[in-house]
């Protein structure tokens, strides 16, 4: 497979060394359809990434929000202003991160494995399903598909990437850290699943993205949020 918009300067993953597994979700919001390709980075040019594909699978549409979206190409937007602008690294959540987070319905979060490779997949709920608490973030494990593709990765390998987007403005919030499962009662969390995510940011960084667009409706199957946002 190959991808014609490589990552651009400013991107923690310009220049990505060759080769190295990779993971790589499609999305379209539209009609709330996705794909996981995993495979390895064989290529990365200035123009192009080439992966060489050893996985490839379709999700459900449960937790996607329908979206309208576009690429802005106003002056200082596009191609060719350099994105991601304004880009800013931190060691620790500052208040403007934390908004972002608590106001998300998605995210997308990368996992690895060592030797099976690595994944990217998409989570969804309404806004307040992710919660920020004591310099941490944590989400509860909505029911899927039953791969369990990234709850096995975080079960052998503590490594993880969040992104977070602001679809409204383009603003990004990429961290790296450690994840880990917690098990406790069922009805702790909504979506009954008994399983939290809580992540340990080492690494973050905020930038902008020239995507754009309006929220249409949200998922039909994202569960309420019942409990409190963490302070």
């Not at 494990?141 to 969040?162: E, K, W």
């Not at 994840?179 to 995510?197: C, F, H, K, M, Q």
């Not at 309006?214 to 949020?225: I, R």
Request: hydrophobic letters at 35%; glycine letters at 10%.
């Amino acid at each position: 497979m190959t991808v014609h918009t490589p990552p651009p300067a400013g991107d923690p993953l310009h220049d990505a060394p060759v080769p190295q597994h990779v993971g790589l979700l499609a999305i379209d919001f539209g009609i709330r359809r996705r794909i996981r390709v995993n495979g390895e980075l064989t290529d990365g040019s200035a123009d192009t990434l080439t992966i060489l594909a050893d996985q490839a699978f379709g999700n459900c549409p449960s937790y996607i929000q329908q979206r309208d979206l576009s690429v802005s190409r106003a002056p200082g937007h596009g191609a060719d202003a350099g994105y991601p602008r304004d880009t800013s690294d931190a060691g620790s959540l500052r208040q403007d991160h934390m908004e972002l987070i608590r106001n998300a319905d998605t995210f997308f979060l990368g996992t690895t494995h060592p030797t099976r490779g690595a994944d990217a997949s998409h989570k969804g709920g309404r806004p307040g399903f992710v919660r920020v608490e004591d310099g941490e973030i944590w989400w509860p494990d909505y029911a899927g598909n039953n791969m369990f593709n990234s709850l096995g990765n975080i079960a052998v390998d503590p490594a993880a990437a969040l992104l977070f987007i602001d679809f409204t403005t383009g603003r990004t919030l990429q961290l790296s850290g450690e994840a880990r499962v917690e098990w406790l009662d069922p009805s702790a969390d909504e979506g009954g699943t008994g399983r939290r995510v809580r992540f340990t940011p080492r690494w973050i960084r905020s930038g902008e993205i020239p995507l754009h667009g309006d929220l249409l409706s949200y998922s039909p199957y994202n569960p309420a949020v019942t409990t409190p946002r963490a302070a």
